[in-house]
T-cell receptor, first 115, second 116 residues
Framework: GAVVSQHPSWVICKSGTSVKIECRSL??????MFWYRQFPKQSLMLMAT?????????EQGVEKDKFLINHASLTLSTLTVTSAHPEDSSFYIC???????????FGDGTRLSIL | AQSVTQPDIHITVSEGASLELRCNYS??????LFWYVQSPGQGLQLLLK??????LVQGIKGFEAEFKRSQSSFNLRKPSVHWSDAAEYFC??????????????FGTGTRLTIIP
């Protein structure tokens, strides 16, 4: 149980385009979803936290207009990287949780490469 | 603010040998503590968690961790490693977010290599 699916797993696109990443909880209702960014050989850095139907809370230093997060339902959250540039290239990972004190369950990540 | 330190960037262990990965945390209250494992190019899998109660926590894949408040540590152990244990291991401390869920702060990770 507690499966989180992330799509796509790998995307390459040109600089200036927008890219959408989906995060789905397949067998539970995720009241909260989290988006992380991981640079090569580094740890995960939390970008934002979102609750279904509410605006996301962004961490300090994360541009909310660049990284648009939508948590439209209890099983789906999306991260859109707008006007992506090479410096946005990274590994993006989502996680989902169904309640207070419940652990986060992670997707397999999306490798984003901007040319 | 909470922080997590994993002093060992890379550890190499022989298959069948015991393992201990170190984790120290800094947090003002009783923390929620986690160990996750990440295989290359993949997401994270939860090995075990500590919320309260028994300070020795059993997890999946034969791992265990011990919470020591006096040392602010939560070290991960396994009595006998297998080649499939080679991966990156992350310790994390949880802070209750505005939404009531844990907001995780991760350590920098320890890469585990297993040699025959």
């Amino acid at each position: 149980g507690a499966v989180v699916s992330q799509h796509p797993s790998w995307v390459i696109c040109k600089s200036g385009t927008s890219v959408k990443i989906e995060c789905r909880s397949l067998d539970f209702q995720a009241t909260t979803m989290f988006w992380y960014r991981q640079f090569p050989k580094q740890s995960l850095m939390l970008m934002a936290t979102s609750n279904e139907g509410s605006k996301a809370t962004y961490e300090q230093g994360v541009e909310k207009d660049k990284f648009l997060i939508n948590h439209a339902s209890l099983t789906l959250s999306t991260l859109t990287v707008t006007s992506a540039h090479p410096e946005d290239s990274s590994f993006y990972i989502c996680s989902a949780s169904w309640g207070k004190t419940q652990p986060q369950h992670f997707g397999d990540g999306t490798r984003l490469s901007i040319l | 603010a909470q922080s997590v330190t994993q002093p060992d960037i890379h550890i190499t262990v022989s298959e069948g040998a015991s393992l201990e990965l170190r984790c120290n945390y800094s947090y003002g209250a009783t923390p929620y503590l986690f160990w996750y494992v990440q295989s290359p190019g993949q997401g994270l899998q939860l090995l075990l968690k500590y919320f309260s109660g028994d300070t020795l926590v059993q997890g999946i894949k034969g791992f265990e961790a011990e919470f020591k408040r006096s040392q602010s540590s939560f070290n991960l152990r396994k009595p006998s490693v297998h080649w499939s244990d080679a991966a990156e291991y992350f310790c994390a401390v949880g802070l209750i977010s505005n939404f009531g869920n844990e907001k995780l702060t991760f350590g920098t990770g320890t890469r585990l290599t297993i040699i025959p």
